[in-house]
């Protein structure tokens, strides 16, 4: 046998292999295909990856504002401001950008704005299409998400509360860290298996073409009847996609890892939730129980560094618990739950003080909240300790600097200020302005100008007070989007790019 | 088609007034029987509408703004629809038709989208992107099982004549059961086409296996058609296959027995009413009321949630929930009764470790049913697994504990959470009670307040509540203090005041007594059932569930007889 065609075959059985074992793990038919192909593909320069991480319920922005000296927006201070929510971030800094003066459009109030806080749809209603900037800009890459979850919603369904991400439909994160590191490793480092090449593919095309021949004649039958034809309409459009796809994988080209990499907490995850029967409800469902929150978020963060090492996934979303769930962080040094007692602390006057007592710059007391800020600080600290730690001292193969170069982390709530449920900057009590949290880390390849507060508009009122001159958050979706190489994206309400922050 | 009907029935949708309390806007959808104009869409005249004043209630319900309750002149008949299979009706239709690889195959998909009212089959659920993925992996890991060793026993000729015939039989008997009818001529070409099209380019299993896959994630059998056929008189009747269809999912929350669909075949389905009572008293049947009660309660997130002050609650957590299934058997079951029983009942059901837990009388065995001690609370309500749920992780809530009754068995609106929220005090053991620091965070005693424009409609029902805490245990004392657990309980608009309590059993007496408690469980049980939340749909019980003739399980099955289970609009 020629050498050549050998060396086919067996790249054939290899493809097969990692096929069927991606499929028996439950990853899409098409992500399984490519998988295979990309598994056994050539190694190219490193890819951008985005990761989209959550934190819910907003901020004490008393204790997150980074410390700006000489009005230099590029000099600042992360671990300056109280208990310093961002503190964890001060050595990586020159990774790092804040954004202020940013809102979230739509008419949504509070923690329900979690349904179009990143899409930028103006309506919060849970059944209207729209589609988050992550999913944006892995279509236009032509690359699967993977969107994670851990404890992401509660354990009866996705209600809204959960609905972070979505692809026209909002999107249930995997729960499970096992699944995924399975998905996306299990078949790196084995034997390839005998076997031919399999036309499952080609028959897979031909059946998605056919369940679209039944989708369209089912919507002929229903003729008139609008709100059926539009739930057929959007099944069709899946179908159509799952056909265009022609197998989407997660990674934009080869993996780059050879052996499934070491994930400890994922293995610890596999043991405790090994054999574990889930009721019908699913109330006892080890992937949705408070006491397993901090494992699943670690273990997760693992699956998430490692794809990113390994090129497995070029864009991931992670979203730890949801809005308003309230899971008791006294593990963290923060006692109470997270969201009915720690983020509803509002500011306060000092000694002894009602909370509505009036606030002055005299007796603002930045202590009433540190319970709060020493959650969220717990976010960023596993942020940057499972993942851009990580990342930032990780080489890319070849040499050719390090994954966090490569890599741009956005990081943000569905609320501002975790007590006044702000969704657009303001200034609510003395000399602390309030702004969405949000943040990026990494510098995309060289296509972010980082260590920067970036800022919109920052004036007077009419008055001379000090005013904020809001831009939509879909302004940084856009600006984001252009870094990752899709120049073409739209949001809505854009304005355009954010000058500086592009390179 | 069901043609008597009960007149002026009052009927409480799961929404309702914009109480005086709302700074925003009602949720989107929803029903239209709580607006005066022309109410829902129906097949018959005079579905609803009217002025919103209670027929059936003296005049609890007349609230104010667009009208809290309606009055449900007769049947209704909904909408036509596809109701979209949840997960687990998707799991157990493949396990039922394909029992020979049960354990087999991994279920791919993602976890149901909740509706506003809570529940996880509303028929406005979807295929979207991840669920298409999800079900052409799910069908072809199944598929992939079925065509291994299983196949020649599922169909014999494959092991004796695996050509186009054989196919044909598959299709035929198999497509039936996915379909939940008979196959069309017209799909019956186009699955041997493709099948025939795919042995041309593989092989006999692999050709079988991928028209398993159309058949299982084709929108025939992903959705269950409640269509029917339009009629000269602007209304649809549903076929038997469809009703067939919609009766078996509703009461035993999978796909029709082959025996089902060969009745079918024949016409009729007979006494639908007897059928699904028939129905609900098996384990499946028992099982679909119990997750009705799982989502109406939410108590089984009482084994995801943490205590950190009451070391003892993790282990108990775990029996709470057989408790509470356990209780709803005893009372819904085995005595046939109400909501009326299940709200006042002096009886529980513990595990001996639970009974422990609690400081009750220890049950000759787990899960035997003890007496409640005298003044311990009474009711469905005062078990642990809606207490420790419906609490904060280190202290009672009197607001989350009211918001249940004054939502899900009054009726009301609860607004979204205002921008400002004043934060909650800390406990202070043995300083302050929970229920004076919600007093005066909330200003319910004054009234005055922002906060208190909405709280008072619903703390002091969670003040009722106040001897049990946050892990659902009985306590004479907070901290040594005084517990003051009496309230009220306002019309959901504020309007009025409907009855004052001493303590928790006067709450739940006074609950079990109030007509609008029982308009609204049917509302949520009708909600469930149909899957749609328009108006009236299952009005018919109210009275007899709240006149104690018919118990809930009976109610439950009584849905079958209303019009629109067999009958739909045009539109």
């Known amino acids: 046998m020629p050498t050549h065609l050998f060396l086919k075959r067996a790249e054939k059985r290899i493809e097969r292999r990692i096929f069927l074992k991606a499929l028996a793990l439950g990853l899409a038919v098409p992500v399984a295909a490519k998988m295979a192909r990309i598994a056994t593909a050539a190694q190219t320069a490193p890819p951008k990856r985005l990761l989209v991480f959550f934190m819910p319920h907003g901020v004490a922005p008393e204790h997150w504002n980074p410390q700006v000296s000489a009005s230099d927006n590029t000099n600042f201070a992360l671990d300056m401001t109280g208990v310093s929510i961002l503190g964890p971030l001060e050595p990586y800094k020159s990774y790092v950008n804040v954004y202020q003066g940013f809102q979230y459009d739509g008419a949504a109030a509070t923690h329900t704005g979690i349904v179009n806080c990143l899409s930028g749809a103006s309506v919060i209603d849970t059944t209207t299409a729209r589609t988050s900037f992550e999913h944006v800009i892995a279509k236009a890459l032509g690359v699967q998400p993977l969107i994670l979850g851990a404890c992401s919603h509660q354990p009866y369904g996705l209600d809204s509360n959960g609905m972070l991400f979505w692809d026209g439909t909002p999107v249930d994160p995997q729960k499970s860290p096992v699944v995924a590191a399975d998905t996306l490793f299990g078949s790196l480092g084995q034997a390839p298996e005998a076997g031919t090449q399999s036309p499952d593919m080609q028959l897979q095309n031909d059946l998605l073409a056919l369940t679209s021949s039944e989708i369209q004649s089912l919507q002929t039958q229903l003729s008139g009847l609008t709100n059926e034809q539009t739930k057929l309409a959007t099944h069709l459009a899946a179908i159509q996609a799952l056909q265009s796809d022609g197998g989407a994988s997660g990674g934009a080209g080869a993996v780059s890892c050879t052996m499934r990499p070491s994930m400890p907490t994922v293995e610890m995850v596999r043991s405790a939730s090994a054999g574990q029967v889930i009721d019908s409800s699913g109330g006892n469902d080890y992937f949705y129980q408070e006491q397993n929150f901090q494992i699943l978020l670690q273990a997760q963060m693992e699956v998430v560094t490692q794809a990113i090492i390994c090129n497995a996934a070029q864009v991931i979303g992670l979203m730890p618990m949801y809005a308003t769930c309230d899971f008791d962080f006294t593990f963290a040094g923060a006692p109470g739950s997270h969201h009915t007692t720690l983020s509803h602390t509002g500011p306060q006057a000092a000694a002894g003080a009602q909370y509505n007592s009036p606030i002055q710059a005299s007796n603002y007391d930045t202590t009433t909240r540190q319970a709060f800020a020493t959650a969220q600080r717990w976010f960023c600290q596993q942020l940057v300790d499972n993942v851009v730690s990580v990342l930032a001292t990780t080489m890319e193969p070849g040499g050719s600097g390090y994954v966090l170069d490569n890599t741009l982390i956005y990081w943000m709530s569905e609320i501002g200020d975790g007590a006044m449920h702000t969704r657009v900057s303001e200034i609510e009590y003395p000399q602390v302005p309030t702004f969405m949290p949000l943040v990026s880390i990494g510098k995309c390849g060289g296509a972010i100008k980082t260590q920067q507060i970036v800022q919109s508009s920052i004036g007077t009122d009419p008055n001379g007070n000090f005013a904020m001159i809001d831009r939509s958050a879909t302004d940084i979706y856009l600006t984001l989007a252009q870094a990752m190489g899709v120049p073409n994206a739209s949001f809505p309400n854009t304005t355009g790019v954010i000058s500086g922050v592009l390179t | ?571």
């Open chain 2, 1 to 571: 088609m069901k043609t008597s009907m009960k007149t002026s029935v009052l009927w409480l949708s799961p929404i309702a007034v914009a109480v005086a309390c709302a700074t925003t806007t009602k949720p989107s959808g929803g029903i239209s029987a709580t607006s005066g104009g022309s109410g829902s869409s129906g097949a018959t005249t005079g579905s609803s509408g009217g002025t919103g004043t209670s027929g059936a209630s003296s005049g609890s319900t007349s609230g104010g703004g667009s009208g809290f309750a309606a009055t449900c002149t007769g049947p209704v008949a909904g909408s036509p629809i596809l109701r979209l299979l949840t997960r687990a009706e998707f799991d157990q239709t493949l396990n039922d038709i394909f029992p020979q690889v049960a354990g087999m195959w991994t279920d791919s998909l993602p976890s149901d989208t909740v509706s506003q009212w809570g529940f996880g089959n509303d028929t406005s659920n979807t295929v979207g992107n991840q669920e298409a993925q999800a079900l052409l992996a799910t069908a072809l890991s199944l598929a992939t099982a079925l065509v291994g060793t299983p196949l020649n026993t599922i169909l014999p000729c494959a092991a004796t004549t695996p050509n186009h015939a054989c196919a044909e039989t598959f299709v035929n008997e198999y497509g039936k059961r996915l379909f939940r009818r008979p196959i069309t001529s017209a799909e019956h070409d186009r699955y041997l086409a493709f099948f025939d099209a795919s042995l041309a380019k593989s092989d006999f299993n692999s050709a079988m296996k991928w028209m398993t896959v159309g058949l299982i994630q084709s929108p025939n059998a992903v959705y269950r058609s409640e269509i029917g056929t339009l009629n000269s008189d602007n209304t649809r009747t549903l076929s038997p296959y469809e009703v067939a269809t919609e009766i078996s999912y509703t009461y035993t929350g999978s796909t029709p027995t082959a025996d089902l669909l060969t009745q079918a075949d024949g016409g009729s389905l007979g006494d639908l009413t007897a059928l699904a009572k028939s129905l609900v008293a098996t384990a499946a049947g028992k099982q679909e009321l119990q997750a009705f009660f799982q989502a109406y309660l939410s108590y089984t997130a009482v084994t995801a949630i943490e205590k950190p002050n009451v070391t003892t609650f993790a282990a108990a957590a775990p029996d709470m929930v057989q408790e509470t299934q356990t209780f709803i058997d005893t009372i819904v079951f085995q005595q046939g009764g109400g909501l009326k029983e299940l709200l006042t009942s002096n009886m529980t059901t513990p595990s001996k470790n639970l009974a422990t837990f609690y400081g009750f009388p220890v049950p000759s065995t787990d899960y035997a049913p003890v007496t409640r001690p005298a003044g311990q609370g009474i009711g469905i309500l005062s078990q642990g697994s809606f207490l420790a749920t419906h609490a904060n992780s280190n202290a009672s809530s009197p607001t989350q504990r009211g918001l249940f009754p004054f939502t899900r068995l009054l009726c009301g609106f609860k607004p979204m959470v205002p921008p400002n929220v004043p934060p909650i005090p800390p406990p202070q053991p043995g300083v302050v009670t929970t229920r004076q620091r919600y007093e005066e965070q909330h200003d319910i005693l004054d009234g005055g307040s922002e906060c208190a424009t909405c709280h008072r409609l619903w703390d002091p029902i969670g003040f009722g509540f106040e001897h049990f805490d946050e892990a659902g245990r009985y306590r004479a004392t907070e901290g040594g203090l005084t517990i003051d657990p009496s309230g009220w309980v306002l019309k959901a608009d504020g309007s009025a005041t409907l009855f004052t309590f001493p303590d928790e059993e006067g709450l739940m007496n006074g609950l079990a007594g109030l007509p609008d408690s029982y308009a609204c469980f049917a509302g949520y049980l009708a909600t469930y059932s149909y899957g749609t939340s328009q108006s009236c749909l299952g009005a018919s019980q109210v009275s007899a569930l709240q006149n104690g003739t018919i118990g809930i399980a009976d109610a439950f099955a009584a849905l079958a007889g209303e019009m629109h289970f067999t009958t739909r609009s045009a539109q």
